[in-house]
């Protein structure tokens, strides 16, 4: 009997993107498309609300399978990635108690942060106690001058303990370009060291001893494009110069890692880690290497901390989370999830059993480690994977034309083009074209953050105050102030002050106009850490303004339409004279009469929210 096979749309017909364009366009009811509806990324390319299958003619990553060449689609037939925990070790004996627990709760890969005066051989042995070397990925990271000598310590302890050292994957992380980047000093004959730390790797076949960390660039506020582009030649860099120093491609290649971060930006980064695979495979190629396998990228991803923020801190989790997915869905090797509390504590118990539990999560309950690349076919996954590789591809080139990653890691050009985002970045934070929940939008009223701040942060100096750069002999480093760093500042300035700020919604006239605007006010004056005082209406201006003085306002927010402004604005500014600031939530049409009449404070959406709580800031002395 002859299968017949059921075309399930076929009374249907198809429908044409012209038709589609034609209904959206109804439905704005004159307003334009490009302006509504085309997200205009930072990535240097605009992103369509829908995308159809005829957007996929002609784009080169469809047609590849996973496992094989150009490794679009993964390096491997599965997608079964490594769950890394990072390890400061401060004693050996108790880092290595700390290793054998998280072991048992899941953990298949271990990341041991070293002071290099710690790199002994009793130490590394205390360290690794119990730790089988063939069974569990171990990665270290430690100074730059001591990474070959541990390479050797590590090849002879395995040797005693008769591990077959083929068997022992992992990772050194020598990365010459830390030091122009993040020390501000130059590093201009690394060649001579990489070529020592290299030759070394070659007792542990399994080993990568080169590191590109590109996440430094994400944890600096790169955009995503920006910070490929960078990864790619700094790869290249190290391809080049060490090729030149007498190593085959396949010796150089095979021996780097590629260190990611992972941003929030969901779909863009399954993007990024697919074109990453793409691009790095078409530059090794061009190396012409004995084996295919050597184009293989080998990647770790960790979430970012440039959108950590330590107000509403438990969204931190949730950040953390989409990026793990992001990363995951796209095939990496391994994926360290940070703690949500890093940005103010040192991580507690409860911090680190949560990360390790958001990937694995990931795999026992969502299975995303059962099915490669399904990401592939998605018009938007697969137009995005080409529009990244397309930028990032054009800044690879631009970096080698202008002398490559090294020469300009030590000019300080890569450094300033990264802050040049970071600043651009922040500038979108403070006038919420970026969001951050819980400090720029919608944050938790209530919260105190002064008390649960723990640490400094980190050592560069850079860190906690938003600095353009900061100059060391002459290069500049890259600026890791967070999103949030400038309305934290604000929101704890308010707290230690000692002064709680009252900021009065005079609500009146036109029902829906006024709840909306008293709901936007009162999240507005709440990112500054000031109390807000919602109300329900008010018959007459006169009786607002007298609630307000007997509720002890510092701030009256007037509520109301457009239209009534012209009215009440100057009848609420008469009747407060001067009694405390005043402040029209909107910009109405009549806004010039109004500034003609000394009203001249108003927040709406296209406030820059930081600046103009800075400046209440300082006319209430705080």
């Known amino acids: 009997m002859a299968e017949t096979k059921e075309k399930l749309f076929s009374e249907f017909a198809p429908i044409s993107t012209e038709e589609w364009m034609a209904k959206i366009t109804a439905d704005l009811k004159g307003v334009p498309f490009e302006k509504k509806l085309v997200w205009k990324t930072g990535e240097g390319f605009n992103a369509n609300p829908f995308y159809r299958l005829e957007d996929l003619e002609g784009l080169k990553t469809t047609d590849s399978l996973p496992g094989e060449f150009p490794f679009v689609r993964g390096t491997k037939k599965d997608n079964d990635w490594l769950v890394r925990q990072n390890i400061e070790v401060v004693c050996p004996k108790e880092a290595n108690a700390k290793a054998l627990d998280v072991l048992n709760k899941g953990i298949t890969s271990l990341g041991f942060i070293i002071k290099g005066d710690d790199v002994t051989p009793e130490n590394i042995a205390t360290l690794l106690d119990g730790i089988c070397p063939a069974c569990v990925e171990l990665n270290f990271n430690t100074c730059l001058c001591k990474a070959e000598k541990l390479i050797t310590i590590l090849a002879a302890y395995f040797t005693s303990k008769g591990v077959d050292l083929a068997k022992c994957q992992g990772s050194v992380n020598y990365d010459p370009f830390k030091k122009p980047l993040i020390k501000g000093h130059k590093n201009e004959n690394w060649v001579e060291m990489a070529t020592a730390v290299l030759n070394a790797g070659k007792a542990l076949p399994n080993y990568r001893v080169l590191a590109?960390?590109?996440?430094?660039?994400?944890?600096?506020?790169?955009?995503?494009?920006?910070?490929?582009?960078?990864?790619?030649?700094?790869?290249?860099?190290?391809?080049?110069?060490?090729?030149?120093?007498?190593?085959?491609?396949?010796?150089?290649?095979?021996?780097?890692?590629?260190?990611?971060?992972?941003?929030?930006?969901?779909?863009?980064?399954?993007?990024?880690?697919?074109?990453?695979?793409?691009?790095?495979?078409?530059?090794?190629?061009?190396?012409?290497?004995?084996?295919?396998?050597?184009?293989?990228?080998?990647?770790?991803?960790?979430?970012?901390?440039?959108?950590?923020?330590?107000?509403?801190?438990?969204?931190?989790?949730?950040?953390?989370?989409?990026?793990?997915?992001?990363?995951?869905?796209?095939?990496?090797?391994?994926?360290?999830?940070?703690?949500?509390?890093?940005?103010?504590?040192?991580?507690?118990?409860?911090?680190?059993?949560?990360?390790?539990?958001?990937?694995?999560?990931?795999?026992?309950?969502?299975?995303?480690?059962?099915?490669?690349?399904?990401?592939?076919?998605?018009?938007?996954?697969?137009?995005?994977?080409?529009?990244?590789?397309?930028?990032?591809?054009?800044?690879?080139?631009?970096?080698?034309?202008?002398?490559?990653?090294?020469?300009?890691?030590?000019?300080?050009?890569?450094?300033?083009?990264?802050?040049?985002?970071?600043?651009?970045?922040?500038?979108?934070?403070?006038?919420?074209?970026?969001?951050?929940?819980?400090?720029?939008?919608?944050?938790?009223?209530?919260?105190?953050?002064g008390d649960k701040i723990k640490k400094e942060e980190g050592a560069c100096c850079c860190k906690g105050q938003h600095h353009n750069h900061c100059e060391n002999e002459g290069v500049t480093k890259l600026n890791f102030a967070r999103g949030a760093s400038e309305f934290e500042a604000l929101r704890l300035a308010t707290e230690k002050s000692g002064k709680t700020p009252k900021a009065f919604m005079l609500t009146i006239g036109n029902l829906a106009m006024r709840l909306a605007r008293a709901q936007f006010s009162c999240n507005f004056f709440a990112c500054a850490g000031y109390k807000t005082i919602d109300n329900l209406g008010f018959e007459t201006v006169e009786e607002g303004i007298e609630a307000a003085m007997k509720a002890g306002a510092d701030i009256v927010v007037l509520c109301s339409s457009d239209d009534e402004y012209a009215e009440y604005a100057p009848a609420a500014f008469k009747a407060l004279n001067g009694r405390a600031q005043f402040v029209v939530a909107g910009a109405p049409a009549c806004m010039e009469d109004l500034k003609a009449q000394g009203i001249d404070q108003f927040i709406h959406v296209k406030s820059n929210v930081l600046e103009t709580l800075q400046g209440f800031n300082a006319k209430l002395g705080i």
């Open 212 to 449: 590109v960390n590109a996440f430094e660039l994400n944890n600096a506020g790169a955009y995503i494009a920006q910070e490929l582009g960078y990864a790619l030649a700094w790869g290249n860099e190290l391809l080049a110069k060490l090729t030149d120093a007498g190593f085959s491609v396949d010796e150089v290649a095979k021996k780097i890692k590629f260190n990611f971060g992972i941003s929030s930006n969901y779909f863009m980064e399954i993007a990024k880690f697919r074109a990453a695979r793409w691009l790095w495979a078409e530059i090794v190629k061009a190396y012409n290497p004995a084996c295919e396998c050597a184009c293989k990228m080998a990647v770790h991803a960790q979430t970012s901390q440039w959108n950590q923020t330590i107000f509403d801190a438990h969204v931190n989790l949730l950040r953390s989370q989409t990026e793990a997915m992001s990363a995951a869905i796209a095939g990496v090797d391994s994926i360290t999830v940070r703690p949500f509390d890093e940005a103010y504590e040192t991580p507690d118990e409860f911090a680190e059993r949560i990360a390790r539990n958001q990937q694995l999560l990931l795999k026992e309950e969502c299975h995303f480690d059962k099915v490669v690349d399904p990401g592939a076919g998605s018009y938007t996954i697969e137009v995005f994977t080409n529009s990244i590789a397309d930028v990032a591809w054009k800044l690879f080139l631009e970096t080698e034309e202008k002398g490559g990653f090294g020469a300009l890691a030590n000019a300080g050009e890569i450094q300033a083009s990264v802050n040049a985002s970071n600043e651009a970045r922040h500038k979108a934070v403070a006038t919420r074209k970026e969001s951050l929940l819980g400090t720029n939008q919608f944050p938790n009223f209530t919260e105190v953050a």
